[in-house]
């Protein structure tokens, strides 16, 4: 089985920093994505850790420690076009193939 | 341009009725997968299907059917056997092998009066 907790809702100032743990617990590990959802929309693919180590990507940069299973999505320099839903997804395996579940997201809501 | 088309985005049915959703990738993946999202939750797994005439239950099945006779196409069908079926709805793929990241259709809001 797997578990994979979030905090529920964040908020923080624009043009500050934001962390958003993740961790999981899981009977087997291939993987784990981070998605930002914006009320209404689909999720869009944000990055993907699969080793320890931290992995930037411009404002965004995703780390992962596979022994903690535990990862966190860091936003820097915060935009109002940042607040939205982070969900967590780690990839089990299912069936005999890697599914992805998810985790009930982050609500982050940046204000001025 | 590529990408998975689901329609319809919004959807009204009575209770009792059963309703299609369609979803239909022009990507050539593989992988086709049916989400759940209720409001503040994440997303849970209907079913999912790697392969043309083959498909697996998710975490939540109970009530849903899908079929999967071409590569292009997963039509999720919510019966009347479901309880809750007010959700959105959310169809994703990926090709087999890949990391596993999912590219996402815009979802299908369905409402059950």
């Known amino acids: 089985g797997q578990n994979i907790d979030q905090p529920t809702e964040m908020t923080a100032t624009e043009g500050a920093i934001v962390q958003i743990n993740c961790t999981y617990q899981t009977s087997g590990f291939n993987g784990l994505f981070w998605y930002q959802q914006h009320a209404g929309e689909a999720p869009t693919f944000l990055s993907y850790n699969v080793l320890d180590g931290l992995e930037e990507k411009g404002r965004f940069s995703s780390f992962l420690s596979r022994s903690k299973g535990y990862s966190y999505l860091l936003l820097k320099e915060l935009q109002m076009k940042d607040s939205a839903s982070y969900l967590c997804?780690?990839?089990?395996?299912?069936?005999?193939?890697?599914?992805?579940?998810f985790g009930r997201g982050t609500s982050l809501i940046v204000h001025p | 341009d590529g990408g998975i088309t689901q329609s319809p985005k919004y959807l009204f049915r009575k209770e009792g009725q059963n309703v299609t959703l369609s979803c239909e990738q022009n990507l050539n993946h593989d992988a086709m997968y049916w989400y759940r999202q209720d409001p503040g939750q994440g997303l849970r797994l209907i079913y999912y299907s790697q392969i043309v005439n083959d498909f697996q239950k998710g975490d939540i099945a109970e009530g849903y059917s899908v079929s999967r006779e071409k590569k292009e196409s997963f039509p999720l069908t919510v019966t009347s056997a479901q309880k809750n079926p007010t959700a959105f709805y959310l169809c994703?793929?990926?090709?087999?092998?890949?990391?596993?990241?999912?590219?996402f259709g815009e979802g299908s809001r369905l409402t059950v009066l």
């Open positions: 994703a793929s990926n090709p087999v092998g890949s990391n596993g990241e999912l590219f």
């Open positions: 997804a780690v990839r089990n395996p299912l069936g005999g193939s890697y599914i992805p579940t």
